[in-house]
């Protein structure tokens, strides 16, 4: 099973991005899937997380303004990313989860920069 994030690119502050996560195979065999990012100099972080039952976790830096979502019939996760912040500048990656193992995306770069 792959993962294939897209979506990212260079917005100013205050604007608006959505990134997309395409599941080769079955988006539902994953417990959880989530979005983390990674800045230059500084550890992966979690974003937002959401469960196979819609359950949802956001790091307190976005909550309220990062919205994660899925779509079960096109196998597809997204993050609505609202109100950027130059902050929030990094590489973004998509993850799913099962208790045998983590896979992950390749990766998509978000720049907020004015």
């Known amino acids: 099973v792959q993962l294939q994030a897209s979506g990212g690119g260079l917005v100013q502050p205050g604007g608006s991005l959505r990134l997309s996560c395409a599941v080769s195979?079955?988006?539902?065999?994953?417990?959880?899937l989530g979005w983390y990012r990674q800045a230059p100099g500084n550890q992966r972080e979690m974003v937002a997380l959401?469960?196979?039952?819609?359950?949802?976790n956001y790091a307190d830096p976005v909550r309220g303004r990062f919205t994660i979502s899925r779509d079960n019939a096109k196998n597809t996760l997204y993050l609505q990313m609202n109100s950027l912040k130059p902050e929030d500048t990094a590489v973004y990656y998509c993850?799913?989860?099962?208790?045998?193992?983590?896979?992950w995306g390749q990766g998509t770069l978000v720049t907020v920069s004015s």
């Open positions: 993850n799913g989860w099962t208790p045998k193992g983590n896979a």
């Open positions: 195979g079955s988006i539902t065999s994953y417990n959880w």
């Open positions: 959401i469960s196979n039952i819609g359950s949802r």
